[in-house]
């Protein structure tokens, strides 16, 4: 079997009821990627080959480190050696030292944490869009992602998301990592000049705080996810102006945070 772009065959046994076969399938590639960011070592991401330069600035972007693209003045990728240089025009920020620091507060008064770091508090925002859909529409999104998601039929070993709107998906974007989806999406459509607030998000995995967070500073108002939500990322959605809508396979789909956004379901 030839191996699809970003995969790599590696020999396996096959085993199904008393069948034993020897052969070779494409397993997801792996790397990790190292950002320096004004010279010193920020973090190593875990990620899929493709789309590094888009990674990185949604990446920085979400973080609050950089504001817009303009914000970066040289970046180098090296995807040989998976390390990453970034100069900010500004030099180091307050974003930038507080990355990685964590910090608490009450979540809709229901005692939960509500973000995880200091950076999340500087980038969250609560959105406010116009955006509304029908059930229908939200299962024909879901429906073209999975149609998109050619690499996971191979090997299993990928999220995918895309931005969508006018019943088509925008942009797409697929890697190991559920973040680093959003990330390839946010730093695409800052380097391409493209809004996102009018844009639906879709996503083939779950719904957690880390995810709803992205969403939120995207400023993105829908999330259409195949998977379920977690308690954290729901309390977030409710406090941030999310709807997310969860389970969207097949004929089924949840509603679970600001319902308002979907039509039809007036009682």
Known sequence: MDALKGTTNYPVI?????????????????????IYLNGKELVTMLAAAGEENYLVVGFLATE??????????????????GVIHVTTVSGEIAA?????????????????????????????????????????EAMHYSELLE??????????????GALAAHGEL??????I????????????????GVSTQDKILVFSGRVSSEILLKVSKMNISVIIARSAPTTLA??????????????????????????ERVLGLES
Not at 14 to 34: A, C, S
Request: charged share 25%; hydrophobic share 40%; aromatic share 8%.
């Open 96 to 136: 930038e030292k507080m990355f990685l620091k964590r910090y608490l507060t009450a979540c809709c008064g229901k005692g939960r944490s509500a973000f995880y770091f200091v950076n999340d508090i500087l980038t969250a925002k609560t959105v406010d869009t116009k955006i509304t859909l029908t059930p229908a």
């Open 177 to 192: 990592g559920r973040h680093n989806v959003f990330d390839k999406l946010y730093g695409r459509c800052l380097l391409e």
């Open 147 to 160: 149609a998109a998601s050619a690499t996971f039929r191979l090997t299993g070993g990928v999220h995918g």
């Open 14 to 34: 096959k085993i199904h009821g008393q069948e034993i076969v020897t052969t070779e399938e494409p397993v997801i590639d792996e790397i990790p990627l190292t």
């Open 170 to 175: 925008i942009y797409w974007s697929q890697d």
């Open 234 to 259: 729901l309390d977030m959605a409710e406090e941030l102006g999310v709807t997310v809508v969860g389970f969207a396979r097949g004929k089924r789909l949840n509603v679970y945070s600001h319902p």
């Open 64 to 81: 609050g480190i950089i504001q817009k693209v303009d914000d970066i003045k040289t970046l180098t990728i090296d995807t040989v050696t």
